[in-house]
């Protein structure tokens, strides 16, 4: 069974994977993965006795508290801020006392009460013991170094430590906050209420009670509560929210509304297609809230990498404070505080917290355009896209089919109108609005081709020229530019339709753009005929066209494709489930209404529009690239420190104090941190 607890007060990635670790030592648990940026638990138990476990491992872990909902922590915050003014008065007449010459206790206590005053709650958490982990975290790490002047009478060193090391907790969790909240702002696409109408009345009601079939009035303002189809009346959308695209769409009867837009016209009445749970806010907000369960590589390689090297530096620590005294007249006090230093550099603060947040961050910006994805690995895989694939109908055209021209009179119009009915193909839209009379029966998709059903008693045949030849059906080709659907009833051809689409008008500088992002190969893969194909793509940057092509054989051309780099395929994520199988990253257009679009694809293009993809590969990029100076410059940083903290020692030429030590731990993850920030800018 699995079980997400939401919680609060979680704001440390290294105690986010202290807590996966405790829990899935739990008999009974599984897959137990704490989320510090989400603040939540997702785990899975066996049996209530083990989910109880659980839940009291979690409530006693530090200060980590249940909750209902993500919660703000301003009164966290101002704690800390009380706690760091308390410290800095004890600590600034300390600092003027001691440059006086005043009396050296005096001074000793007022520096002892400020370094109390900021680390209080960092000793509490070394004492509160939860296992040898703990000894190797950062709060053992500071309250060492400030024990440690302290032992040496350094007290201004000692102070400095706890309250700089507070400040920078401070500044971090604002900072992570911050970043969250970016997240949570999508929960105000949600509608608090809907306007229910039921037997000629109006009732208030919460949109997660609303059902199939309930018919709602939407007034101007309102937010689309659930996702329907208008039923009555003619409005404008915007869809902003939704889409992160600032335009309005226009909307008459018998189009789908989205849940999350906004009603920026006439009040309307809808009919609701689906409950508020499976509505494209949802889906939203489930892929958003689960993309950091899918972890990235580095996100990976950080995690394992820390539990390998905090222990290796404290090792190296201890070698540090023992070895050289031995070759120096056992001057033990000389080495200590190199020793010190040498450990509270080394905490990996600064790549186990920037690092999951860079990707957060990447995320939750690539939401705020309407770009939706799956998780944090799928960004890495985009940022490495070299080709790029298109299905054709529906992805570079607009998908908006219309009746051309019918060859073969009103009776070929209705049957086809009849058998189209029954089918998901984005084709069948263009015949939604032709009425018929016609009973069908025994409806048989064939894949890639068409339609089989028994209409008024008589086999009828509704599809491609492929599907008449393959049938052994007679027919004379029609030359067209449009779509043509051939009918075919009782064995014999009847006539045929001609359906025309268009290009979408920003294909073309989508596809420009995408070069320019390193995307330099593009392909279309299409079931439509060569010459058709050809002639409507003709306009665009186009590097290769393979036409007539049924759903199972795309997937050998994209494997072909492959070869030539990391393979990006766009669709509409119905017909296109095998190739986007094989492609290295999935990629759905305004796929939100169909759970085959979501399941089948790593990212969804919410607002249906090509311009979003070049800014998907953009983010992508520039999410990668912060990761990798996050992770160098890090690393860089305190190897340097390090060194120059043993060197300082050995050769006596300069001395690095132990506050220097601690601006290599907190300043180099705050400055890693706001590096990280940059990933909310502009795509």
């Known amino acids: 069974m699995q079980k997400v607890i939401k919680i609060r007060n979680l704001d440390c990635a290294a105690c986010a994977a202290e807590l996966s670790e405790e829990l899935n030592g739990i008999a009974g648990i599984s897959d137990a993965v704490a989320d510090f940026i989400n603040q939540r638990v997702s785990l899975s ?154 037997d000629g009345q109006q009732r208030e009601v919460d949109p997660e009670t609303l059902k199939a079939g309930d018919l709602i009035l939407i007034r101007k303002g309102d937010k689309i509560p659930a996702d329907c189809i208008l039923f009555e009346g003619e409005s404008a959308l915007d869809t902003k929210s939704l889409t992160g695209e600032a335009y309005l769409r226009e909307v008459r009867a018998g189009d789908e509304l989205l849940s999350g837009c906004v009603n920026a016209g006439n009040a309307v009445k809808a009919k609701v297609l689906r409950p508020a749970s499976e509505s494209a806010v949802a889906k939203i907000l489930d892929m958003v809230e689960n993309s950091s369960a899918k972890k990235a590589k580095p996100e990976k390689f950080i995690t394992k990498f820390a539990r390998i090297y905090t222990p290796v530096v404290v090792l190296l620590a201890v070698l540090i404070a023992v070895i050289p005294p031995l070759f120096q007249s056992f001057n033990f006090a000389k080495w200590l505080v ?130 008449m030849r393959d049938r052994n059906i007679e027919v004379t080709a029609i030359k067209s530019l449009a779509s043509v659907v051939y009918v075919a009833e009782g064995g014999r051809c009847v006539g045929s339709v001609e359906i025309e689409d268009k290009i979408r008008p920003e294909a073309k500088s989508a596809l420009e753009e995408l070069k320019k992002c390193g995307v330099g190969y593009r392909a279309v893969l299409t079931g439509d005929t060569a010459e058709r194909a050809e002639e409507v793509l003709r306009e665009l940057p186009i590097d290769e066209i393979h036409a007539g092509l049924l759903p199972e054989e795309k997937p050998a051309w994209a494997e072909k494709l492959k070869e030539r780099g990391k393979l990006l395929y766009a669709g509409d994520g119905i017909n296109d489930t095998p190739v986007m199988a094989v492609s290295d990253v999935a990629v759905a257009m305004g796929g939100l209404g169909s759970d085959a679009a979501i399941e089948a694809s790593d990212f969804v293009l919410a607002g249906d529009s090509l311009s979003a993809l070049p800014k998907a590969v953009k983010g992508a990029k520039k999410t990668r690239a912060i990761v990798k100076q996050n992770i160098v410059f890090s690393i860089g940083v305190k190897a340097a420190l390090m060194a120059a903290s043993v060197a300082a020692t050995a050769t006596g030429l300069f001395a690095l104090p132990i506050w220097a030590a601690v601006f290599g731990d907190v300043g180099v993850m705050l400055l890693a941190v706001l590096n990280s920030m940059r990933m909310r800018g502009k795509l």
């Open 338 to 467: 190199p020793a010190i230093e040498f450990l509270v550099i080394s905490c990996p603060c600064a790549l186990i917290i920037s690092v999951p947040l860079t990707y957060f961050s990447g995320v939750g910006t690539l939401a705020r355009h309407g770009i939706l994805t799956k998780g944090a690995v799928y960004l890495d895989e985009l940022a490495k896209v070299q080709v790029a694939v298109f299905d054709k109908t529906g992805t570079l055209t607009e998908g908006r089919f219309e009746i051309a021209r019918v060859n073969g009179g009103e009776r070929v119009l209705e049957l086809a109108a009849a058998v189209e009915k029954n089918s998901s193909h984005p084709l069948a839209q263009a015949f939604t609005k032709v009425k018929t009379s016609q009973i069908v029966e025994n409806v048989t998709e064939i894949s890639g081709m068409g339609l089989s059903a028994t209409v008024d008693g008589k086999e009828t045949l509704v599809g491609s020229l492929r599907l």
């Open 45 to 198: 138990y066996e049996d209530e006795e083990a989910l109880e476990k659980a839940i009291y491992s979690i409530t006693h872990f530090e200060e980590v508290e249940l909750a209902e909902g993500a919660a703000v922590r301003k009164e966290r915050h101002l704690r800390e801020i009380v706690s760091i003014a308390v410290s800095a008065a004890f600590f600034l007449p300390a600092l003027i006392l001691e440059l006086l010459g005043f009396n050296r206790w005096l001074v000793f206590s007022l520096f002892l009460a400020s370094a109390l005053a900021a680390g209080w709650s960092v000793v509490w958490n070394v004492l509160h013991f939860r296992g040898i982990s703990t000894f190797f975290d950062e709060n053992f790490l500071m309250t060492l170094a400030a024990v440690g002047a302290f032992a040496i009478f350094e007290p201004l060193e000692g102070a400095a430590v706890m309250l700089l090391y507070q400040i920078g907790e401070l500044l971090q969790n604002i900072a992570v906050g911050s970043s969250r909240s970016a997240i949570t702002k999508l929960l105000e696409l949600k509608s608090e209420t809907a306007i229910l109408l039921e």
